[in-house]
């Protein structure tokens, strides 16, 4: 049997066709390279089926294409998309709060099919969150290549003034961050473009080891992108620009990208307007995406071209600088030849460039280039020879490196020369997946991933079809007496059927729990997940799920956590022996609040420690292994048993439980529960009753119609 693939593409419009490339912020190189990489991937003998999640989307501002489930790509290749969130089309930072429901989407699904992938390949941070969890639950290898990174971003933008508040409003950098820090700890294998990705970007990553990661170039399609233009597709492009300039026979500055930020077009602009040499000698194109009507476009694409409008204005460059509104994709390498054929130049002015593709693209076409040196564009002009580079941060610099560049013309037939020698021999796309199909089969381990399913561990289910998840020492810690009473006559009446169980959470030990549980009369549990979700055991059983303990295990070291904290004694203190755990340090704070958390996570990144702080009711914090928490615990339980997620019902009332309200399980939230819960009213499988703890509880049980 052939290698099986999935490919997590999570955020954009994605496609088989037609790519509406620099549409927004989110469809831009990444999706291409996707593309590509997966017709690439299909094309092997030794791949039998390639596939890519994606978002399904019901929005009538964009093509009906993306609210398609399925899409086949090529034969052995296909997009499966999947919904989560609301239906419109969203911009991927507002994705977080509904990726554990595409997460569990995914594990149910896998579940389904007769042979789970061999590895999954996560591009970017919210498909490498996702990947994490999938490959956490399921034992399936997971490859990571974040395209860009939050850290370098947040560190950009932060060099050029930006505020950090309005940073994490725009961006939600902290999530970010923290689903690459959670992708890197899960990754078999993290692939990048260049070797300074590696060294001085994902080196900033507590949890990124180098030994893990591999240089792996994209590659461009030979067929798309090459010297040999045509007349008739130069007239084409004549026309595309033409209405714009005065003299359209210039040498043309050439810069495509999406109108973001990052891109830093405007600093081109002012450059160019700077300059009488470049004025004189050159016009300036600048391909920057489609735009129907301004008033349509984001924020920062808005702001990117009123900058933009507003140089052309100052400098006065009316018949010297194209903007057209429309382009085609298919027309992008008419355009390089274009630009080619009269002598121009490719300028790529990014503050921050992880590869550089249309670099790439423009060399392939025989048109040198200017870019800024950072990322990429380094690891390229060491091999294609073909271009300056320059500081981008510096308007001087970079228009020095440009008139430098169109100054003689020997030199340009040199670097067109070399540039389309060297994408030929270096960057093809056959290239690029014969590297990374035999990275994969070199550095990943293909073990069988862990088998869950109840008939291979036990003879029975032991948990029926729906379970009752209850906590003991919240929602049951004081209850009315006329809402446990109702709450008990439900149970009992449920009890002489296998197919409902009952299950209790608990911070104490299991043993402390069943001293405590029979004082509330209730029917007997199935499950008890106690220590803070880091042990489950089985109705009077004294041993721990030996699988669950194994599988939270893996690169726990107790002691050393502990001594990573050590230092921090004037924020916690340890709690007594009896709050302990093989698998989990409990500490209690000295002041309430949130705050003690990044400095906790930061000491356990910086010693290299596989665990992560739950903080409990403002006060109480347990460290436990990176994979155990309560809602892992209850996947584990789900998977294990068959269980369906849908059929599970969690309450959640305390600080800390925000956890238990994210993905496909159904919960419920009473009335008087913490103010932190609040910001999960909008999520669909969150009920919010208006009745306090146990009447609470029952209502959200009727709203489900559990039991």
């Given amino acids: 049997m052939g290698l099986r693939l999935l490919q997590l593409h999570l955020h954009g419009l994605f496609r088989s066709h037609d790519l509406e490339l620099g549409r927004d912020a989110d469809t831009g190189g990444q999706s291409l390279y996707v593309l590509e990489l997966v017709r690439g991937l299909a094309a092997r003998p030794e791949v039998e089926q390639v596939d890519v999640v994606t978002r399904l989307i019901h929005d009538r501002r964009v093509?009906?294409?993306?609210?398609?489930?399925?899409?086949?790509?090529?034969?052995?290749?296909?997009?499966i998309r999947m919904p989560f969130g609301p239906k419109r089309y969203l911009r991927k930072e507002l994705f977080w709060p509904y990726l554990d429901d595409l997460a569990d989407q995914i594990v149910s699904y896998l579940q389904q099919q007769e042979h789970l992938p061999d590895w999954i390949h996560s591009h970017y941070a919210d498909a490498g969150y996702v990947g994490a969890l999938v490959s956490r639950r399921l034992g399936i290898p997971l490859v990571f290549t974040g395209h860009s990174l939050g850290r370098e971003k947040l560190r950009r933008l932060l060099g050029v003034g930006g505020d950090h508040e309005q940073i994490e409003q725009t961006y939600s950098i902290s999530q970010r961050i923290d689903a690459e820090e959670l992708a890197l700890a899960h990754s078999s294998l993290v692939i990048t473009s260049t070797r300074q990705e590696i060294d001085q970007q994902y080196a900033r990553y507590g949890r990124f080891v180098s030994t893990q990661a591999e240089v792996v170039p994209p590659g461009v399609d030979s067929i798309r992108f090459h010297p040999v233009h045509s007349s008739t597709e130069t007239d084409v492009v004549d026309g595309l620009f033409a209405p714009f300039l005065r003299e359209p026979s210039l040498p043309p500055l050439l810069a495509i990208s999406r109108a973001v930020r990052r891109k830093?077009?405007?600093?081109?602009v002012e450059a160019y307007g700077r300059s009488s040499v470049l004025r004189q000698r050159h016009n300036l194109v600048l391909v920057l995406g489609c735009r129907d009507d301004p008033r349509q476009l984001e924020k920062q694409q808005r702001e990117v071209f009123q900058q933009v409008f507003d140089l052309v204005d100052r400098y006065d460059l009316y018949g010297r600088v194209a903007y057209p509104k429309q382009h085609r994709r298919d027309q992008i390498p008419a355009i390089y030849r274009w630009a080619a054929l009269r002598h121009g130049l490719f300028v790529n002015p990014a503050l921050t460039e992880p590869f550089g593709l249309t670099l790439l693209e423009a060399a392939a076409c025989g048109l040198p280039m200017v870019a800024t040196d950072d990322g990429g564009p380094r690891d390229i002009l060491a091999r294609c020879e073909n271009g300056l580079l320059a500081d981008v941060t510096d308007l001087e610099a970079l228009q020095d490196s440009i008139e430098q560049a169109g100054s003689n013309p020997d030199q340009w037939r040199r670097w067109r020369e070399n540039g389309i020698e060297a994408v030929s021999r270096h960057f093809s796309w056959d290239a690029h997946v014969c590297h990374y199909l035999a990275l994969m089969k070199q550095r990943l381990e293909f073990a069988q991933p862990r088998s869950l399913v109840a008939s291979e561990q036990h003879q029975a289910n032991q948990l029926g079809e729906s379970l009752l998840l209850l906590d003991l020492d919240s929602s049951l810690e004081q209850p009315?007496?006329?809402?446990?009473?109702?709450?008990?006559?439900?149970?009992?009446?449920?009890?002489?059927?296998?197919?409902?169980?009952?299950?209790?959470?608990?911070?104490?030990?299991?043993?402390?729990?069943?001293?405590?549980?029979?004082?509330?009369?209730?029917?007997m549990p199935k499950v008890w997940i106690s220590r803070a979700g880091t042990e489950i055991n089985y109705g009077l059983e004294d041993q721990p799920d030996r699988l669950w303990q194994a599988h939270i295990g893996v690169d726990w070291q107790r002691q050393a956590v502990e001594l990573a904290l050590a230092d921090l004694k004037d924020y916690l203190t340890l709690q007594d022996e009896q709050q302990q755990g093989p698998f989990k340090v409990s500490y209690l704070l000295k002041e309430p609040g949130?705050?003690?958390?990044?400095?906790?996570?930061?000491?356990?990144?910086?010693?290299?420690q596989a665990a992560c702080p739950h903080l409990r009711c403002h006060w109480f914090l347990d460290v436990v292994p990176l994979r155990a928490s309560r809602s892992e615990a209850i996947r584990h339980l789900a998977l294990r048993w068959g269980l369906s997620l849908e059929k599970i019902l969690v309450v959640a009332s305390q600080q800390g439980d925000a956890e238990l309200l994210r993905g496909l399980i159904a919960s419920v939230v009473p009335a008087g529960h913490d103010p932190s819960l609040e910001g999960f009213r909008h999520l669909q499988r969150v009920f919010f009753a208006s009745k306090p703890q146990v009447s609470g509880l029952l209502d959200g049980m009727n709203h489900y119609r559990f039991l």
């Fill in 63 to 79: 093509s009906a294409d993306y609210s398609r489930p399925n899409e086949e790509v090529a034969p052995g290749a296909r997009i």
């Fill in 264 to 268: 830093n077009i405007p600093a081109l």
């Fill in 480 to 523: 009315e007496v006329e809402g446990f009473a109702v709450l008990r006559q439900r149970l009992e009446s449920n009890k002489a059927g296998d197919q409902q169980s009952i299950g209790i959470f608990t911070g104490r030990s299991v043993q402390a729990a069943r001293q405590r549980y029979p004082e509330l009369h209730l029917p």
């Fill in 594 to 608: 949130e705050a003690i958390l990044p400095l906790v996570r930061q000491r356990l990144r910086q010693r290299n």
